[in-house]
Structures are given as structure tokens and as C-alpha cells.
């Protein structure tokens, strides 16, 4: 028995063209089906669909996680991770790296963890303690010259004659901590800077000349060297008792 798609279309009689075959997959010049071409876009699609790992659902069970990770360029422990910390502050964290494992993260992201930490966090951290830092400055300075209003008319004058008598990189550094406002404020009282270019002290308990000279030095005001800080500091406090 034959059915009537199974005949051969006669003279002047048009092929029927099922929609769902596409063009590519015809003869073009009969439209019969190419039944070899069509076998092999399914066999490659086929192919491709058996190598791609599948997303592990919630009940996955730890091979297949493993599988997945692995296929993503997950490292197969944390201890693998290679991470470079850009600032002394960071350093690579055994815990966090543990848990940058177990959530699937790749080398690359979980060195964006620690980019961003140093890009984002850090500076925060930085301005706080700079602004606790003035904070603690600003109270001691204020105890210092009898509250407010008398540390206030203090600064008017030190801003005044610092500007007018020392180098600028040496100002600009003593305004930055209490210890050298006060040591100004000593400067300004004895009448003059005395910031020569004469080289710093000796290695024992300079007096006032020295101190004074220290100051000019660049391990205090460029380098910011805390030792040598320390020392003119320690020095101003043992002569002025502060």
C-alpha cells in the first residue's frame, strides 16, 4: 500500500517543502532532504553537548562539584592560589583563601578579592586612622594651650609666622603632628627659626640649636623617618618638659 507523500512528485507537480528542514539540509536543486548532512550537524551537535560540564544543582554531591570546579580553572586546594598583596597592610590569608576555594572561586577572581581590598578597603583604613590620628593631635593641642579659644589664637600665630620664617616643606611638616606645633610654637618664642643648613646633631641628647636643626633635616620633614622623628620629639619633651 502506498501513501501519498511517499510518491514521486509527477511532471509539473511542485516538492512539498516541510518548514522545519532547513535550507541548508536540502538539495537545491531537487529539495529532497540530505539525510547525510543533516546526520552529521546531529552527530557534532551531539558531541558538543557531551562535553560541556553541567551547572551542579543543589543536591550535587562533591565529585561533581569537584568536576565542575576543576573544569572552570578552580584550583584543586586553597594552597594553590598564587596571590600578590600590593600593600604591607595584606598579606594572603590562609581562611580567606579556604573559603575563596570552597565558594569556586578561580585564581584570577580571588586575586580580584584582595585587588579590591587593596584598591578600596585599605584607603578607608588609612583615612580613619589619619582622622583619629588629627583627633588625638587636636585634643592634646587644645590641653596644651589652655582650650579653645587660646589654642585657637595659637594657630592664627604659628600659621602666621611659620609662613613667614621657615622653608615651606618644614612647615608644612610641622603642622602635621602635635609634637611639632609645639616644638614651632618654642621656635617662635625664642624669638627665631634658627634653621641653618648646618648638618644634624650629634648621636646623643641634642639641645635646643640642634633640635632645631634636626627639624630642616629631610629624614624629618621628606622622609618622614620615624626614628628620627621620635628622637626630636623626645628631645623637645625632655627640654620643655611635654
Not at 29 to 58: D, F, W
Request: proline share 8%.
Amino acid at each position: 500500500m502506498y501513501y501519498e507523500d511517499s510518491l514521486e512528485p509527477g511532471p509539473g507537480e511542485a516538492t512539498v517543502r516541510p518548514q522545519s528542514v532547513p535550507d541548508k539540509f536540502r538539495d537545491p536543486e531537487t529539495g529532497a532532504v540530505r539525510v547525510e548532512a543533516l546526520l552529521k550537524a546531529y552527530q557534532e551537535l551531539e558531541r558538543r553537548l557531551g562535553g560541556t560540564v553541567r551547572v551542579p544543582g543543589e543536591q550535587a554531591g562533591e565529585e561533581e562539584i569537584r568536576a565542575f570546579h576543576r573544569a572552570a580553572g578552580v584550583p584543586d586546594k586553597p594552597e594553590d592560589y598564587c596571590i600578590e598583596c600590593r600593600h604591607p597592610m595584606l598579606e594572603s590569608d590562609p581562611e580567606v583563601n579556604r573559603r575563596l576555594h570552597q565558594a569556586g572561586f578561580t585564581p584570577a577572581q580571588a586575586q580580584l578579592v584582595y585587588d579590591l581590598a587593596h584598591e578600596r578597603v585599605i584607603p578607608t583604613f588609612e583615612h580613619m586612622a589619619g582622622e583619629h590620628q588629627a583627633s588625638s593631635h587636636l585634643s592634646r593641642l587644645r590641653e596644651h594651650f589652655g582650650g579653645d579659644a587660646k589654642w585657637t589664637e595659637t594657630a592664627r600665630q604659628l600659621a602666621a609666622w611659620g609662613q613667614a620664617n621657615l622653608p615651606p616643606e618644614v612647615y608644612q611638616t610641622l603642622s602635621c603632628s602635635a609634637d611639632g606645633i609645639i616644638a614651632m610654637r618654642h621656635m617662635m618664642a625664642s624669638g627665631e627659626p634658627g634653621l641653618g643648613a648646618l648638618p644634624a646633631g650629634r648621636d646623643d641628647q641634642p639641645d635646643e640649636d640642634e633640635l632645631k636643626r634636626m627639624l630642616q633635616d629631610p629624614r624629618y620633614w621628606k622622609k618622614k623617618d620615624p626614628a628620627f622623628i621620635e628622637k626630636v620629639s623626645a628631645g623637645f619633651r625632655r627640654l620643655y618638659g611635654e
